[in-house]
Structures are given as C-alpha cells and as structure tokens.
C-alpha cells in the first residue's frame, strides 16, 4: 500500500514508518530539513519536501505520491515538558490549519482513507477561545470525508 505520513518524523512517526516499511508498504513522509530527509531515506521511506502550511505545495507534493492512505501524525511539541505552554500556539496552528491543509490535499490525492492521532485530556474551556482554528479543525473532520 502506498502510505503518506505527516508527522513521519515526530516521535510517533519514527516508530511507525520503520514498521510499515517492514511490512512492505511504500512510505512518502514530509519535511523541511536535510537532515531529517536523511533519516526518512534510512528506514527506506521517500521524503518529501513541503511545508504543511503551503496547501497548495502540499496538494501537490502529496497527490505526486498518490497515497491509498494518509496517516496525520501533525503535531508541534516541544522536546522537553516545561516548553509546552510556549509552543502551544505553534501545535494549536498545526492541529488546526496544519490538519485542513491535509485533509484538503488527501482528499484531492483521493486517498482512500486517513487516519488521524488523536487525543483525549481536560481542556479548559479558554482552548477555544484561544484557539479557533483548532475548534473548526475538530468540528469539520468527521465531515471531510
């Protein structure tokens, strides 16, 4: 199957790629960095150069790929804990604008499907105030398809 992870280089997506190369899935991935281009070609996936914030690069970049299938792994953390509050508008815009981007480019890819990283916490109510590009990202997923 052929495979387009975003976040392939995040810390769930250096697990995952290696396993579905594995199994012998044909894996795309993107990034911006060489060196992070490197590391994909060494667990046998094809790098990608684009920014996710670019739709229609990424429209592009993603339908050259021709994915049967789109893994959203999106996310922009910090490495150390302390940092979250820091980076929480920068993984707020890539949950939000980072996800319709590719939902947008899956769709005129025509993956067969996307499977999405999720997660479940206590929000305060403020994240939708803070955030409404997140709160129309997770509003306008279930429909996308």
């Known amino acids: 199957m ?12 250096v697990r995952l790629v290696p396993l579905l190369v594995a199994e ?7 990034t911006c960095s060489p060196r992070k281009a490197g590391l994909l070609r060494r667990f046998g ?32 953390l910090p490495d150390e804990a302390a940092d979250l509050a820091r980076f929480s508008d920068r993984n707020d815009r890539m949950r939000g604008e980072g996800t319709r981007n590719l939902l947008y480019a899956a769709a005129t890819a025509r ?26 990202a997770r ?7």
């Open 2 to 13: 052929r495979i387009y992870i975003a976040g392939a280089t995040s810390v769930l997506g």
């Open 24 to 30: 012998g899935h044909m894996v795309a991935g993107p």
């Open 45 to 76: 996936a094809k790098p990608v150069v684009c920014d996710i914030f670019d739709r229609d690069a990424l429209t592009q970049a993603l339908a050259g790929c021709g994915p049967e299938m789109v893994f959203h792994q999106l996310t922009d």
């Open 111 to 136: 993956a067969d499907r996307v499977i999405a990283q999720s997660i479940a916490r206590n929000c305060p109510a403020s994240t939708a105030e803070r955030s409404p590009q997140l709160t129309s």
């Open 139 to 145: 509003c306008c997923m279930p429909g996308a398809w």
